[in-house]
Structures are given as C-alpha cells and as structure tokens.
C-alpha cells in the first residue's frame, strides 16, 4: 500500500487531479440527478482501484476501505457540482486537498497489505479468448451457475462466455460494475456458500496472489489457505475449480478421494499451468 500512498502523496499527482477537475468543472454542474451522482461515484472509485492495482496488483481493499472510498468519493461529487463554473481554481484546490488527506487516511487504515514495501508490480486484464484459451476451458465441462474471481474490471472472460450461450454468470472483484451479477467485494470477505457453484474460475488472480502469499511468507497466507478451502466447498459435486497459475505444493495436499486433479501445460518450465479440481464427493 505504501507505493500506492506514495503515488498519491507526490505533487505532479495533486497537479494533475487539480487540472483535471478545473477542466470539467461546467460537466460537475450538471450532476443534478441521483443516478448521476451515484454513476459518477462508481466511476471516481474504480478509477482509483484501477490507479491503485496498476501501481501494485496485490492491493486488496477490505470492504471498510470499499465504503469508506465510496462514501468518500460520494461526498467529492457533491462538492464539485457545487463549485461554480468561473472558479478561479481556489476553491478546487481547497477541495481537493482535503479529500486527499482523506483518501490517504482511509488507505492506511486498510486492513491488508499492511507490511508491503515499496513495490511496482502493475496488473493486466486479459480478453475474453485469451483467458478461456489459457485456462483450457474448452477441454473442461463447465457446469453453472459459474463464478470468475477477480473478474476485472471489465469481466471480459464473462461477456466472451456469455457470447457463447452461458447465461448464469457471476463474477467478483475490487472494481464496481452496474452489469447484473458482478459484486464488488474483497474475495476474503465474500462467502463462498457451501455446494452452490458448478464452476469457479480464477485467471491471473486468486491462485497467483494465494502463490505469492506463499514465496514471500506474507500475513495473508493463512486467509488464503482457508478461503481456498472454502472455494472448493463450494462446489457442488460434479462442479470444478479452474484457475492459473497453479499452485503445486497445495494441489498435493488435496483429499485424492474427494477430487480429481488435471493439468494443462501453458509453459515449458511448467511455471504458469492451469489446474481443473473437480470435486468428486462431499
Ligand atoms: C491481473 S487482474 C486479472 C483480471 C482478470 N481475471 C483477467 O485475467 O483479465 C487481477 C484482478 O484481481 C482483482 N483483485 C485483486 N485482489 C482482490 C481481492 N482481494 N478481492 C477481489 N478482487 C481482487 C483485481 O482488482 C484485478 O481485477
């Protein structure tokens, strides 16, 4: 988190959101319906999840820090759309200072990430195709209803899929969305209820953060061992768990009477396989 308040903390950043707002301060004006202070809200939110995740992926907001973000940015627009369009840039100033202590106030309060060092370690979303052809989905069945975790902001493996003639579509991430079935929650702080999901999938997100959990010794690793349980209790019998990269270590620990195991090679060193757990029995 420390990179991403850095960031935020430095002055070119202030200058630039100082601009930005001066130079749309006659579209803030027009901000007069509830819709639109809500739709402006999310906006104002995801773009700095989007900020925050692209300076450092494993950024992983608690849903304290989700709402006290949304609260916050709410409170922004409101002010905004009050600021009169001839501002000489005083007041915007003024605005902005005070939401940045805010903002940087309610970050480090966050409750993961508490230990990361300076970091740079920017996050990618991938296309639809590209992620159903590395998670091999296509020598899988799929079962629904189906979850993607960590979907992305734009859920783009969900709309190829829903292309395709799926229709029981859910998905999960920090990002909000106004698509139907898309949640904005921490995946530590979604319950994942029992016997209720025929497929899970995880591309470049879950298992790549749980893996990393494990290299660096993180204090999350033991909330990723248990949340990984509760993935795959999830399951209802016949359904699986498809995700990249997998994690060997942990896939060995796997009850062999429970579930079966396969394999896809994505890389010669093995370094990026997909694993499809199937659950077998309760
Ligand atoms: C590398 S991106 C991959 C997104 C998508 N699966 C894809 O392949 O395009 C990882 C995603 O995980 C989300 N994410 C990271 N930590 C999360 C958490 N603790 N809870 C929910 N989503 C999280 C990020 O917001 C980001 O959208």
Redesign the pocket.
């Known amino acids: 988190m420390q990179s991403v308040i850095d960031y935020l903390e430095n002055e070119t950043t202030k200058q630039t959101i100082i601009r930005m707002i001066g130079e749309n301060l006659h579209l803030y004006q027009g901000i007069n319906t509830e819709e639109k202070i809500q739709s402006l809200t999310g906006s104002l939110y995801n773009y700095l999840?989007m900020e925050c995740?692209q300076n450092n992926?494993y950024i992983?907001l608690s849903k304290q820090t989700i709402d006290a973000l949304n609260a916050l940015y709410r409170k922004l627009v409101q002010h905004l759309r009050r600021i009169p369009a001839d501002d000489d840039v005083s007041l915007v100033e003024h605005i902005v200072a005070q939401h940045r202590v805010q903002l940087i106030a309610i970050l480090r309060n966050n409750t993961y990430n508490k230990r990361q060092e300076q970091l740079f370690i920017p996050?990618?979303?991938?296309t639809g195709l590209f992620?159903y052809q590395l998670l091999h989905l296509d020598e899988c069945v799929l079962k629904q209803p189906l979850l993607d975790v960590?979907?992305?902001?734009k859920h783009?493996?969900l709309s190829y899929l829903k292309e395709k003639g799926f229709s029981d579509l859910f998905g999960?991430?920090?990002?909000q969305s106004d698509e139907t079935g898309i949640l904005c929650?921490?995946?530590?702080e979604y319950h994942f209820l029992p016997s209720s999901w025929g497929t899970i999938l995880a591309?470049?997100?879950f298992s790549n953060?749980f893996r990393r959990s494990l290299i660096t010794g993180g204090p999350e690793d033991g909330l990723y061992r248990r949340k990984y349980q509760e993935i795959l209790d999830s399951l209802f019998v016949g359904g699986c768990f498809i995700y990249t990269p997998a994690i060997k270590t942990v896939e060995a620990t796997l009850d062999a009477s429970k579930y079966s195991i396969t394999y896809f090679v994505n890389l010669e060193d093995r370094n990026l396989d997909t694993v499809c757990i199937r659950k077998i029995r309760e």
């Open positions: 999840v995740v992926q992983s996050c990618a979303e991938y992620q960590g979907c992305g902001r783009q493996l999960i991430d920090q990002y929650s921490n995946w530590f591309h470049m997100s953060h």
